[in-house]
């Protein structure tokens, strides 16, 4: 249909015009719900300079990544600028449901924060692992405390297949679903780290290179020096003195530059559980 060529000819500018800044008008005609969402990732992971969106879908707007600005008309427009404690307006103005992205998924995976969903869907579009394709949805959660009221709604609303990937800090609070029958250990994988300690130090060390415009230059050996679950925050500060403070930026950057060969055996038996839970 005219929604795919329209999709079609967006991503192939960006594969060959990738440092262009991009102007689309509301790419989300006649493209079905996950088409959209796959049309954003794709602009997200692959477009190098900005990229100027007008849309009217919920689905289009993810802060976490971009900047947001609403175009309201009373009598006169007005362009407002959305800042993250404000972004209820612009969901209440597109009538945007949280759980809108879950609908059409064939498995949920739930992870902590943007980040993660960042790194991961990174990770299987450069190692052309085709899960999101075939219904994955990665879900940020907005804090642990989420789990429970989600959980019961996946479970006994959408009847869809889902487990959790958290950090040891989970591990009290997965006790307690598992007691009150929430969850079953079979949908709770734990990491022994944040997923910013599971990056690669080459690719964390292009990235930083990358956001810093040059003016960071690391070396692998430096950063071996230090133990594996402080160079994260050894980064954070290097950055922060850098005036750059945004984690999915840096979680945009590292997965750009990640195959699935450079991550470690817990990200591995992650993506390959999620393709035996579809396959």
């Known amino acids: 249909g005219s929604g795919l060529i ?3 000819i967006i991503v192939t500018n960006i594969r060959y015009h990738p440092s262009c800044i991009l102007l689309i008008e509301e790419p989300e005609i006649h493209l079905h719900p996950e088409g959209q969402r796959k049309l954003l990732d794709f ?8 990229a100027l969106i007008t849309t009217h879908s919920p689905l289009f707007v993810d802060y976490e990544k971009s900047r947001v600005h609403l175009v309201k008309k009373d009598k006169e427009s007005k362009l407002l600028n959305i800042k993250r404690e404000h972004l209820q307006l612009i969901k209440e103005e597109l009538h945007i449901l949280p759980t809108d992205a879950l609908l059409s998924s064939n498995l949920i995976l739930l992870v902590e924060g943007p980040s993660d969903k960042i790194f991961l869907e990174g990770i299987m579009q450069n190692s052309k692992i085709y899960l999101l394709d075939k219904g994955l949805t990665i879900y940020p959660l907005n804090g642990k405390s989420e789990i429970r009221r989600l959980a019961r709604f996946i479970k006994e609303t959408l009847g ?3 487990f959790v990937m958290a950090d040891s800090d989970f591990l009290n609070k997965a006790q307690e679903l598992i007691t009150e029958n929430k969850l079953k250990n079979d949908d709770i994988l734990i990491l022994k780290g944040k997923i910013e300690d599971y990056y690669p130090l080459n690719s964390l060390i292009e990235a930083v290179i990358t956001l810093s415009n040059e003016k960071i230059i690391l070396h692998i050996e430096d950063l071996k020096k230090i133990p594996p679950n402080k160079v994260y925050n050894h980064i954070k500060e290097l950055l922060h003195a850098n005036n750059i403070d ?3 930026k840096l979680a945009l950057e590292v997965s750009r530059k990640t195959i699935l060969s450079d991550v ?6 992650l993506i ?3 393709s035996d839970l579809l396959s």
């Open 272 to 274: 390959k559980r999620c």
């Open 264 to 269: 470690d055996s817990d990200i591995k038996e």
């Open 43 to 50: 602009i997200w992971l692959y477009a190098r300079e900005q």
């Open 6 to 8: 329209d999709a079609l």
């Open 160 to 162: 869809i297949p889902f």
């Open 246 to 248: 945004s984690k999915t």
